[in-house]
């Protein structure tokens, strides 16, 4: 530990005992300050990969090569645009060490581990319910299976577009009613994990693009999603927003981050109004707080 000359100077007017008092508290205080020191953000520039992101379970990471290199992510392949950016998320559940391999236009090859940051959820036990508000009726199957067939092929994520590049903002004004990763045990049985950040507000609140790119799935009344909107944002970056009482765009349509996409609502299955919003690399799901944590939410609609 380097201690500066001055505090040296006030140490050696003070007895013996008291200094070595003095002196183990300020190490013991540089030792905390340093662990408080966050570490699930990362920049790195190892052998010319450039690495950006949030090094957390449900983070999306990105970076840049040089034009026409390949990369791997546990030995399976990340595709890389023509201009060496490439984008990939790790789930809830992503173990610590990830490997990633990359072979430069040249021939030449590196590879960077990387230490995903584990998190702690909340979990929830609810006893006594019903059991079918549990356990979703037979007569629900087959329309579940058509719908979540759509919601499937809008989160391919094809296209080459990079506006997720850009940043995002917050779908709507409100109050944070459910985040990613919590999850509940109902009557003994643990359900899937919330995938979402919530946000909740009266009906009729303007429900906005998080971020541009190509409406893949527009549709005003699914079984469990009520009004629901996927937006592919480009490299297999998409987001989805349920639950509103209104959908305003089409499939096909471009739209700029920002641009009202419906009505917040409680359409489906919802306890009350508010907009579900979903972020996905491929089938990957990602915390969309992490995206938007440090941006303001918008001002509440009068």
Do not use: C
């Not at 950006?52 to 379970?57: K, R, S, T």
């Amino acid at each position: 530990m380097s201690v500066p000359q001055s505090i040296h100077t006030t140490l050696n007017l003070l007895p013996q005992t008291v200094r070595m008092y003095v002196f183990l508290a300020l190490a013991m205080s540089l030792a905390i300050a340093a662990l408080m020191v966050p570490v699930s953000k990362v920049k790195a520039d190892d052998g010319g990969l450039n690495l950006d992101g949030d090094m957390v379970q449900g983070g999306l990471i990105h970076g840049r090569l040089q034009a026409g290199s390949k990369l791997w992510l546990d030995g399976e392949p990340v595709a890389v645009g023509a201009d060496g950016t490439f984008v990939f998320g790790v789930g809830r559940d992503a173990k610590e060490s990830w490997t990633l391999t990359w072979q430069k236009a040249d021939g030449v090859k590196g590879q960077q581990v990387l230490t995903i940051e584990p998190r702690q959820w909340k979990i929830e036990r609810v006893d006594g319910l019903p059991p079918k508000t549990v356990t979703p009726p037979k007569s629900w199957l087959e329309r579940r299976k058509k719908e979540t067939g759509r919601v499937v092929s809008g989160r391919k994520g094809i296209s080459d577009d990079k506006h997720w590049l850009s940043g995002f903002i917050w779908p709507a004004s409100g109050r944070v009613s459910g985040v990613y990763g919590s999850q509940r045990i109902l009557n003994g049985n643990p359900r899937s994990p919330h995938y979402g950040l919530d946000v909740a507000a009266p009906k009729g609140v303007p429900v906005v693009a998080p971020a541009s790119g190509i409406v893949t799935l527009a549709a005003k009344d699914f079984l469990l999603e009520g009004g629901i909107v996927i937006i592919d944002h480009g490299m297999g970056v998409t987001s989805t927003l349920f639950h509103m009482d209104d959908v305003l765009v089409e499939e096909g349509q471009m739209v700029a981050a920002g641009d009202e996409i419906g009505k917040l609502g409680d359409k489906g299955r919802a306890t009350g109004p508010h907009v579900d919003w979903r972020v996905n690399w491929y089938k990957v799901r990602l915390d969309p707080y992490l995206l938007v944590k440090d941006k303001p939410m918008p001002e509440k609609a009068e």
